[in-house]
């Protein structure tokens, strides 16, 4: 059923919320690389939010003021949960350095913004030394179509532009692979063919209960060439720490 909240980027957002099975898989794409102290950009609803809430510290930001309300309200009893409304594009980034962060999550965000490389470099140094960074950004620029262009999206992204982008901020990419092959042709028809401009919460949980099930598993075994999505798992390096004055006189 349509979400009826009164706000048309929460509507959107709902739509995807109870999609559990998705969440889980794209969380499963980021096993054994989330440390304790984690900021989540672009947190929306708080729908992967939810599955952060065991992490020592979670500072989650969004520049839409109404999302972080809900997600105040959705998550109150998390103490471990900081909610902000930050613009993710602006230089203020830099403050939550504070935070020592160990873990940058951002998923579906670097395509809203416009210089996708400068909000790169910011995450870079805000992170700790061995940070990682865990990207997701929609993948294949030929699928760009009209919900691209009502969602915001500046561009969708190949591995070798992402993986330029983020090597030049400093990063060292661990992982860079696509996901979710067979939802680019859906996306094909909606957005190049049909030019649908909302998604389909039909769609969405016919997808969750019957394709993730099987597609998740397949996809663990062969990676596939190309994918509605393209995650990047990417680590600061330690600089070296200066040779031991111990032994001089």
Same mark, same amino acid.
């Given at each position: 059923?349509? $979400?009826a909240?009164?706000?048309? /980027?929460?509507?959107?957002?709902?739509?995807?919320?109870?999609?559990?099975?998705?969440?889980?898989?794209?969380? $499963?794409?980021?096993?054994?690389?989330?440390? +304790?102290?984690?900021? *989540?950009?672009?947190? !929306?609803?708080?729908?992967?939010?939810? &599955?952060?809430?065991?992490?020592? +510290?979670?500072?989650?930001?969004?520049?839409?003021?109404?999302?972080?309300? #809900?997600?105040?309200?959705? &998550?109150?009893?998390?103490?471990?949960?900081?909610?902000?409304?930050?613009?993710?594009g602006?230089?203020a980034?830099? *403050?939550?350095?504070?935070? =020592?962060?160990?873990?940058? /999550?951002?998923?579906?965000?670097?395509?809203?913004? *416009?210089?996708?490389?400068?909000?790169?470099?910011?995450? &870079?140094?805000?992170?700790?030394? !061995?940070?990682k960074?865990?990207?997701? /950004?929609?993948?294949? +620029?030929?699928? #760009?179509?009209?919900?691209?262009?009502?969602? @915001?999206?500046?561009? %969708?992204? !190949?591995?070798?532009?992402?993986? *330029? =982008?983020?090597?030049?901020? @400093?990063?060292?990419?661990l =992982?860079?692979?696509?996901?979710?092959?067979?939802?680019? &042709?859906?996306?094909?028809?909606?957005?190049?063919?049909?030019?649908?401009?909302?998604?389909?919460?039909?769609?969405?949980?016919?997808?969750?209960?019957?394709?993730?099930p099987?597609?998740?598993?397949?996809?663990?075994?062969?990676?596939?060439?190309? @994918?509605?999505?393209?995650?990047? /798992?990417?680590? =600061?390096?330690?600089?070296? +720490?200066?040779?031991?004055? %111990? @032994?001089?006189?």
């Amino acid at each position: 059923m349509p $979400s009826a909240h009164p706000d048309p /980027v929460i509507r959107d957002l709902e739509i995807m919320a109870p999609a559990e099975r998705y969440g889980r898989w794209i969380y $499963s794409q980021f096993d054994g690389h989330l440390g +304790q102290r984690v900021i *989540e950009c672009g947190a !929306g609803i708080g729908n992967f939010t939810k &599955f952060l809430l065991d992490r020592q +510290q979670v500072v989650a930001i969004d520049i839409h003021d109404p999302c972080i309300e #809900y997600l105040k309200a959705r &998550f109150a009893g998390a103490q471990n949960l900081t909610s902000l409304v930050m613009d993710v594009g602006a230089p203020a980034l830099l *403050e939550l350095a504070a935070s =020592k962060p160990d873990t940058i /999550v951002c998923i579906n965000v670097l395509e809203h913004l *416009e210089d996708d490389r400068a909000v790169v470099s910011r995450m &870079f140094q805000i992170l700790t030394e !061995g940070g990682k960074l865990l990207l997701l /950004v929609p993948a294949g +620029q030929r699928l #760009y179509g009209s919900m691209d262009r009502r969602l @915001g999206h500046y561009r %969708r992204y !190949g591995r070798r532009e992402l993986r *330029e =982008k983020v090597a030049t901020a @400093g990063f060292t990419i661990l =992982k860079l692979f696509y996901m979710n092959a067979i939802a680019s &042709f859906g996306w094909f028809l909606n957005n190049r063919v049909f030019r649908l401009t909302d998604e389909s919460s039909a769609q969405v949980m016919v997808f969750d209960r019957w394709v993730v099930p099987w597609l998740r598993p397949l996809e663990r075994l062969v990676k596939p060439p190309f @994918g509605l999505s393209l995650i990047a /798992v990417a680590q =600061k390096p330690i600089v070296d +720490q200066p040779s031991s004055r %111990r @032994g001089r006189r």
